[in-house]
């Protein structure tokens, strides 16, 4: 079972705010990824981390930004948010090593008024 | 970029019914995955692959690794209302990111 959470797990907010969203994981993870899916389609991926202090754009772009202070911690920003930023963000983690399984959390769907 | 073709997208199925998706690529691949995503859940692991011809069981659900490593294949024998959802494959290339196909749907009919 997977020690993964996110926070809020759904949140409806006007064109223009500012928010974060919360993934915290408590296996000691290294890796931390998110991934923008909309419902029912592929999941993309628009942020990952190798580790503290290190963070690196996937292949989706995104406007939005994220930090790694704390290995448990992988935090997701958006500086203004828009109605095309509606979707589901899901967050995931995995140890370093040869195995590829990432462990996901729950995700937080945003929707942008 | 490198792409995961999954198929079928959606498949409507009778309880008791075995049901069978693959996913394919151009490319070859050092790892397949399978998850499992239930209605605003995160996907969960169902299977994960490391060989070519790799055959894995986890209850009803068995997959391979194909021998070509371009693709791989998932059953569920005698399928049953709580395997609705959406399935996904994810494989990763050597040297490169794990990707994930488009998903297969899968309902059951009524």
């Known amino acids: 079972e997977a020690d993964i959470y996110q926070t809020p797990r759904y949140l409806v907010i006007g064109t223009g705010k500012k928010i974060t969203l919360e993934c915290s994981q408590t296996?000691?993870?290294?890796?931390m990824y998110w991934y923008q899916q909309d419902p029912g389609m592929e999941l993309h991926l628009i942020h990952y981390?190798?580790?503290?202090?290190?963070?690196e754009k996937g292949d989706l772009s995104s406007e939005s930004t994220v930090s790694r202070i704390r290995t448990e911690h992988f935090p997701l920003t958006l500086e203004s948010a828009r109605p095309s930023h509606t979707s589901q963000y899901l967050c995931?983690?995995?140890?370093?090593?040869?195995?590829?399984?990432?462990?996901f959390g729950p995700g937080t769907r945003l929707t942008v008024l | 970029g490198q792409q995961l073709n999954q198929s079928p997208q959606s498949m409507f199925i009778q309880e008791g019914e075995d049901v069978s998706m693959n996913c394919t690529s151009s490319?070859?691949?050092?790892?397949w995955l399978w998850y499992k995503q239930d209605p605003g859940e995160g996907p969960v692991l169902l299977i994960a692959?490391?060989?070519?011809?790799e055959l894995t069981s986890n209850g009803r659900l068995t997959a391979q690794f194909g021998i070509t490593r371009k693709d791989s294949f998932l059953n569920i024998s005698a399928s049953i209302p709580s395997d609705v959802g959406i399935y996904f494959c994810?494989?990763?290339?050597?040297?490169?990111?794990?990707?994930f196909g488009s998903g297969t749907r899968l309902s059951i009919r009524p």
């Open positions: 995931a983690s995995r140890p370093t090593g040869e195995n590829d399984v990432q462990y």
């Open positions: 296996m000691g993870h290294d890796k």
């Open positions: 981390s190798y580790g503290v202090n290190s963070t």
């Open positions: 490319s070859i691949f050092n790892t």
């Open positions: 692959l490391y060989k070519a011809g």
């Open positions: 994810a494989g990763r290339r050597v040297a490169s990111k794990i990707i």
